[in-house]
């Protein structure tokens, strides 16, 4: 079993930054995939960011020039750096995990979700 909690939403004007953290507990080892998925209201659940062992990464193309996805293993948490943020990232952001290689964007595949915390970007 995999804890997941996130913190670091809120509200900022479009060009803002905000940080985002997911606290992890439980059976998180090298081999999990661990990442941000975001869900726009009337949006399906979208995959923003995913990493894998010590530094492979893969971002949505949207946001992959802005936004940094890392792990503080010491820590037991993941991040998201977030930087020249737009309306359109406006969203419940959660944090994910699942046992294996990150193989795909469908959120199916993610056995694990924390509660989400809200970003809110206004132009």
């Known amino acids: 079993q995999v804890q997941l909690a996130e913190s670091g939403g809120g509200s900022v004007q479009a060009g803002g930054s905000l940080r985002l953290s997911c606290a992890w507990s439980?059976?998180?080892?090298?081999?999990?995939?661990l990442g941000w998925f975001r869900q726009a209201p009337g949006n399906e659940r979208e995959g923003v960011a995913v990493?894998?062992?010590?530094?492979?990464?893969t971002y949505k193309d949207s946001v992959r020039d802005r936004f940094a996805i890392s792990k503080d293993n010491a820590k037991n948490t993941l991040y998201l750096q977030m930087d020249g943020l737009k309306p359109e990232d406006t969203g419940m952001y959660y944090c994910?995990?699942?046992?294996?290689?990150?193989?795909?964007?469908?959120?199916?595949?993610?056995?694990?979700w924390g509660q989400g915390t809200q970003v809110t970007v206004s132009s």
């Open positions: 994910v995990a699942r046992v294996g290689r990150c193989i795909s964007w469908a959120p199916s595949v993610y056995a694990y």
């Open positions: 990493t894998y062992g010590v530094d492979a990464v």
């Open positions: 439980g059976a998180v080892y090298s081999d999990t995939c």
